[in-house]
């Protein structure tokens, strides 16, 4: 009797885990304009503060409009990266983080909104050759960004920039990065009680100590009962890159290197 029981309680798991995965596979309201409108309200609840107001792409997370997507393009996978999150990265799982707590609906809905505002990404415009020329020399990029394994480690790594952020989201960047700086990469500045300074970003800080890395990529520790003062600024290290100093076309050809990088 209890074999029978096991067995029958063996198959409804099974039966369960079963119907799961499918609705983990299908969404619902595919092409629902009332769903996409839901999903839209509880984009802008729970996902817009790192990817932004019409999931165009924030200081912390990827521009969503995009039909190509870093953590897989259908359905399916999309809610998997919504539903348990990514590792190693800011973006929390849906269900049991603090501050997130969405149901499969729900999650079913942001999908259906995501897909309502997605655009066909053109192809790349600019010329990739003089954009790795400008980025490697001239333009100095990569005194602070590194792409590929190469380059500085001040500013964040653009090896992905260019497939998960919109256009007008890079040149922002260029033009005026101090309007949005990437969390992590806020600039600081110390002073020691004798009198040194050091200006660069913070790489761990605690009630008792600051290691920062400081203009030259040289890592620094201090004791903060040792520090004369801690100034944290809101303006980027990262100078504007006007027309003057970097015109359209440059800019352009720039981005077209990024985007042959994120290709590939």
Same mark, same amino acid.
């Given at each position: 009797?209890?074999?029978?029981?096991?067995?029958?309680?063996?198959?409804?798991?099974?039966?369960?885990?079963?119907?799961?995965?499918?609705?983990?596979?299908?969404?619902?309201?595919?092409?629902?304009?009332?769903?996409?409108?839901?999903?839209?309200?509880?984009?802008?609840?729970? /996902?817009?503060? =790192? %990817?932004?107001?019409?999931?165009? +792409? $924030?200081?912390? *997370? &990827? @521009? #969503?409009?995009?039909?190509?997507?870093?953590?897989?393009?259908?359905?399916?996978?999309?809610?998997?990266?919504?539903?348990?999150?990514?590792?190693?990265?800011?973006?929390?799982?849906?269900?049991?983080?603090?501050?997130?707590?969405?149901?499969?609906?729900?999650?079913?809905?942001?999908?259906?909104?995501?897909?309502?505002?997605?655009?066909?990404?053109?192809?790349?415009?600019?010329?990739?050759?003089?954009?790795?020329?400008?980025?490697?020399?001239?333009?100095? /990029?990569?005194? =602070? %960004?590194?792409?590929?394994?190469? +380059? $500085?480690?001040? *500013? &964040? @790594? #653009?090896?992905?920039?260019?497939?998960?952020?919109?256009?007008?989201?890079?040149?922002?960047?260029?033009?005026?990065?101090?309007?949005?700086?990437?969390?992590?990469?806020?600039?600081?500045?110390?002073?020691?009680?004798?009198?040194?300074?050091?200006?660069?970003?913070?790489?761990?800080?605690?009630?008792?100590?600051?290691?920062?890395?400081?203009?030259?990529?040289?890592?620094?520790?201090?004791?903060?009962?040792?520090?004369?003062?801690?100034?944290?600024?809101?303006?980027?290290?990262?100078?504007?890159?006007?027309?003057?100093?970097?015109?359209?076309?440059?800019?352009?050809?720039?981005?077209?290197?990024?985007?042959?990088?994120?290709?590939?």
């Amino acid at each position: 009797m209890l074999v029978i029981i096991d067995k029958v309680l063996l198959a409804g798991v099974l039966a369960l885990t079963l119907s799961v995965a499918v609705a983990q596979d299908h969404n619902p309201y595919a092409n629902d304009p009332t769903a996409a409108e839901a999903g839209k309200s509880h984009f802008r609840i729970n /996902c817009a503060l =790192c %990817h932004g107001l019409g999931a165009r +792409g $924030g200081a912390r *997370g &990827p @521009d #969503l409009t995009r039909a190509q997507k870093k953590h897989g393009n259908s359905d399916a996978e999309m809610f998997r990266t919504i539903h348990e999150g990514v590792a190693g990265t800011d973006m929390p799982p849906a269900v049991g983080s603090i501050g997130v707590e969405m149901k499969d609906q729900e999650i079913w809905q942001v999908i259906t909104y995501l897909r309502s505002v997605q655009v066909r990404t053109p192809p790349p415009t600019g010329d990739a050759a003089h954009g790795k020329t400008l980025f490697f020399g001239v333009a100095a /990029c990569s005194n =602070c %960004h590194m792409v590929d394994g190469k +380059g $500085g480690r001040l *500013g &964040p @790594d #653009l090896s992905g920039t260019a497939t998960s952020r919109s256009l007008a989201s890079i040149v922002e960047s260029v033009r005026e990065p101090s309007k949005q700086i990437a969390s992590g990469y806020e600039t600081v500045t110390v002073a020691t009680v004798d009198g040194k300074d050091s200006q660069g970003i913070v790489l761990n800080e605690d009630r008792f100590s600051l290691q920062m890395m400081d203009t030259r990529e040289k890592i620094l520790l201090f004791e903060k009962d040792h520090l004369k003062s801690i100034k944290k600024s809101g303006v980027s290290l990262m100078p504007p890159y006007d027309k003057n100093l970097l015109s359209d076309k440059d800019l352009n050809d720039i981005v077209g290197f990024l985007e042959s990088v994120g290709a590939k």
